[in-house]
């Protein structure tokens, strides 16, 4: 969801991600099957 910051600007609002979601997308990261752009095109983080 977007919202408007004090300058009028649209802004992602920050989304809350569970501690098992992280250490998968890491894990995924570290092996080498993802590299991180990989991850935030993905998952939208």
């Known amino acids: 969801m977007e919202e408007m910051n004090k ?6 609002s920050q989304k809350g991600y569970s501690l098992v979601f992280k250490l998968q997308v890491i894990d995924l990261v570290e092996k080498g099957l ?10 939208g983080i």
């Open 7 to 12: 300058k009028g600007l649209l802004r992602k």
């Open 34 to 43: 993802l590299t991180y752009k990989q991850a935030q095109i993905r998952y």
